[in-house]
């Protein structure tokens, strides 16, 4: 397969790489041009602008900040560029991967379908660590045939292709599992921020509670606590991993669909705030489990 790869930074980088190695031959193209060079010794083309890495290509996988950067890319900007759905090849298939709001999606696939060139929205599940074992969930809109298709192609990153309905529905559902993280997340640094407080150590309440009904994934997987776990970025200076930015735009994006449905969000919308303060004491490139953090600190103001 011939794919071609924007956007290779804490996520993009590692699925690339697990392309590379399933035998793909792999063009890669971000803003930021270290952040594709050393993927050249792997056997990728590195190239410096969107109209090449489109070209000659089956397949395109974006993975991009937010739904700002996926419009540009994918419509052109401000300034009357093209953007990839009119430089591509006849046949492309493309599929973003960032998580964005569901009514750009939307959008794109609209424009993708009156170019007659396929398109879906796959945000990830799974972060990098899943990024880097090629076990990440894919969370798919779009036609059964685009999900058919597409789902070729990310069986080579992924464990799990799920079909979540129509275009724009993959980010909508991307985002209820991302409030139900960000909820997640506050909750465990809570306990174990109370736990701490009166005497407990936090490794031994983390694993009574990973046996008890308190059980979650950010328990079992990404632990906020330093040292507590090994190999998380809670234990490497929170060093990302999912920066806390990016949690706040996909609590961001929770907000504005209960806007427009109506629904109730108090956890979701609590969570956000508790992000937004937390980002704005200069955390906001941190992991987003740093929010740990921010339980510890208010001990000390
Ligand atoms: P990142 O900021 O590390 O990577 C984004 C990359 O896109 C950067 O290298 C940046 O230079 C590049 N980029 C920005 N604008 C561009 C443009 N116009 N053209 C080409 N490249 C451009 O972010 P990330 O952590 O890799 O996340 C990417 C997406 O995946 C986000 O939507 C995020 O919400 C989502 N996501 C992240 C994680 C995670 O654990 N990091 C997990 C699931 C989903």
Redesign the pocket.
């Known amino acids: 397969m011939k794919i071609g790869f ?7 980088h590692p699925m690339a790489l697990n392309l590379l190695r399933a035998g793909c031959q792999v063009k890669v ?4 041009a270290d ?1 594709a060079s050393d993927l050249a010794d792997e056997g990728a083309e590195v190239v410096g602008a ?1 109209q090449q890495v489109v070209s000659g290509v089956d397949t395109v996988i974006t ?4 739904g700002e ?1 996926v419009r ?2 994918y419509l052109g900007d401000h300034d009357g560029g093209l953007g990839i759905l009119n430089m591509a090849d006849s046949g492309t298939l493309f599929i973003d ?4 709001d569901p009514a750009s999606a939307r959008l794109v696939a609209i424009q993708a379908a009156s170019k007659g060139v396929d398109f879906v929205d796959a ?6 660590a899943g990024a880097k074992a090629g076990t990440l969930t894919f969370i798919v809109g779009g036609s059964d045939a685009n999900f058919q298709r597409a789902g070729l192609v990310l069986k080579l990153i992924g464990k799990s292709i799920l079909h979540a309905g129509k275009a724009g529905d993959g980010q909508m559902a991307k985002i209820c599992n991302n409030l139900m993280l960000g909820i997640q997340m506050a909750g465990v640094c809570e306990a174990l921020s109370l736990a701490i407080d009166n005497g407990l150590d936090p490794q031994i309440v983390s694993e009574i509670m990973q046996q008890s009904s308190g059980q979650n994934w950010v328990l079992d997987r990404y632990n906020p606590c330093p040292g507590v776990m090994a190999n998380v970025p809670a234990s490497q200076q929170y060093q ?4 806390a930015k ?1 949690m706040l ?2 609590l961001g994006l929770g907000l504005d669909a209960a806007v427009e449905s109506q629904s109730p969000i108090p956890m979701g919308t609590l969570a956000r705030n508790l992000y937004a303060f937390h980002n704005a004491a200069s955390n906001e490139l941190l992991d987003f489990s740093s929010l740990f953090e921010f339980y510890r600190r208010r001990s000390d103001n």
């Open positions: 924007i956007g290779v930074g804490n996520m993009g193209y971000d803003v930021v952040a969107l993975m991009l900040p937010a950067q540009a890319v991967s960032s998580t964005i945000p990830v599940s799974g972060g990098v990302p991993g999912f920066m990016l735009k996909d």
